[in-house]
């Protein structure tokens, strides 16, 4: 390997290691401002590792982890709490994108599980079929309807669920798995046995384009935790053209030898 390939590979180790927040991939997930100091076995705090929202069963059952960028577009959700069978009674979310950082999921307007005319500030919505792993796609407009929360002390969660209404933009489908704290990065299986992760990956994002920022949040029917999360559908990296360069570099090396 020359001295220009040799180099390239050390930065990629050393960026890609800097990113890597987890097994899974890089981290997008951010603080929801909701916590609650020393309540049940201080699993409160700005991580959303190991919390349950502040009053609520703090359980891994009802425990979502983190949004994490696995590659290229694509997004993955992991939770403690069953994605695809619910839990309690309690059924599976939507993930629904805000664009531009408006979203307030922190409104008393409305009771518990309303199906009502507001979308929070979000701007589309992954409308997800749990059981046939497939997602639609819709642009939320003004005339777009979304399911409240169940519970009254959980009206920070809305919404949980998407009701109806907009456009239909792209369809698609995703894996999910159940894995193990050592695979996720996560901790949460002593509760629940040694797999107690649900892993949700595949959620095509590119639809947006290359350099939209983001944010992310999906809860539960009952709104017991919630996840937010930011990032920015990538481009080009710079990594990317330096390496072409690099390419470039070494052949015409090669033809002068």
Not at 209 to 215: K, L, N, P, R, S
Request: proline share 2%; charged share 15%.
């Amino acid at each position: 390997m020359n001295k220009l390939a040799a180099l390239f590979a050390t930065t990629v180790v050393a960026v890609s290691s800097q990113v890597m927040a987890s097994p899974l991939g890089a981290d997008l997930t951010i603080y929801d401002g909701n916590s609650q100091a020393g309540s049940y076995n201080n699993w409160y705090g700005k991580q959303e590792d190991q919390e349950v929202e502040v009053g609520q069963s703090g359980t891994q059952l009802f425990d979502t982890e983190a949004f994490v960028k696995s590659n290229n577009y694509h997004v993955g959700l992991v939770s403690g709490f069953n994605l695809q069978n619910g839990h309690g009674g309690y059924a599976s979310g939507d993930i629904f994108i805000d664009l531009d950082g408006d979203f307030s999921s922190n409104t008393g307007a409305y009771g518990p599980g309303q199906q009502v005319k507001d979308t929070f500030g979000y701007d589309y919505v992954l409308d997800i079929d749990w059981n046939q792993l497939t997602y639609t796609v819709f642009k939320l407009d003004a005339n777009s309807e979304t399911l409240t929360t169940t519970l009254n002390n959980h009206q920070f969660s809305n919404p949980w669920a998407y009701a109806g209404g907009g456009q239909q933009v792209t369809t698609g489908s995703f894996t999910l798995d159940l894995l193990t704290d050592a695979q996720t990065g996560f901790e949460g299986d002593a509760e629940v046995g040694q797999a107690s992760h649900y892993y949700a990956n595949g959620f095509d994002l590119s639809f947006l384009g290359e350099g939209t920022d983001f944010w992310l949040h999906y809860t539960m029917e009952c709104g017991n935790d919630l996840l937010h999360a930011k990032g920015t559908v990538p481009t080009p990296s710079a990594l990317a053209l330096m390496g072409l360069g690099l390419l470039g570099l070494t052949r015409i090396r090669r033809k002068k030898a």
